[in-house]
């Protein structure tokens, strides 16, 4: 019997450079969002801007950002912790800090995992959701956050491949 299949090899398709770069550019864009997405948090709740922080209780202001969050969790795990100045600068000094590095494009592994930490915490103070029981805002930025732990995302429209050359960085890679 002759058989009808064609003998020709299968050829495979080389990804065109621009094909190739997308994965790092969209990485990068998704770094930026979010890092201006903590940035204005960090921003707006420091000096009262008036969109999610009224413009009389900035934290410069005496406003306590902890507490205008924690509002919502009466009687929930945060509220004995809403309000305290620690808290409000721990809050602040992640909001702040992980804005500047998601920027930036350095420390993205430390920032990250910390990142990822504040989200949980954040996202554990309201559940249940309003809009949906499991997955909100904070889940998604988790889950991004962690994504960058096992990628190079700082390096394209970042410092991240500067940063991975300095001596203290290469030595400690968890600082990348």
């Known amino acids: 019997m002759a058989s009808n299949a064609s003998t020709t090899a299968p050829t495979t398709e080389t990804p065109t450079p621009t094909a190739e770069a997308r994965p790092p550019r969209t990485l ?3 770094r930026l969002a979010l890092g201006w997405v903590f940035l204005w948090s960090f921003l707006d709740k420091t000096f009262g801007l008036g969109y999610n922080t009224p413009a009389d209780r900035g ?3 005496g406003g306590s950002p ?3 969050f924690f509002s919502d969790d009466v009687g929930g795990a945060y509220s004995a912790v809403a309000g305290e ?7 602040m000094t992640a909001m702040g ?5 998601l920027t930036l494009g350095v420390v993205l592994r430390l920032a990250a995992i910390g990142g990822a930490i504040l989200m949980a915490a954040l996202w554990a103070s309201l ?7 499991i997955v909100d805002p904070h889940f998604i930025y988790a889950a991004i956050l962690i994504a960058f732990i096992f990628t190079d995302a700082g390096d394209r429209w970042g410092l991240g491949r500067p940063w991975r050359r300095i001596g203290l960085v290469r030595r400690f890679p968890i600082l990348r």
């Open 59 to 61: 934290w410069i202001d």
């Open 28 to 30: 990068a864009f998704v």
């Open 66 to 68: 902890t507490a205008a």
């Open 85 to 91: 100045i620690w808290a409000d600068w721990l809050f």
């Open 127 to 133: 559940v249940p959701s309003e809009t949906n029981p």
């Open 97 to 101: 800090g992980l804005g500047i590095a």
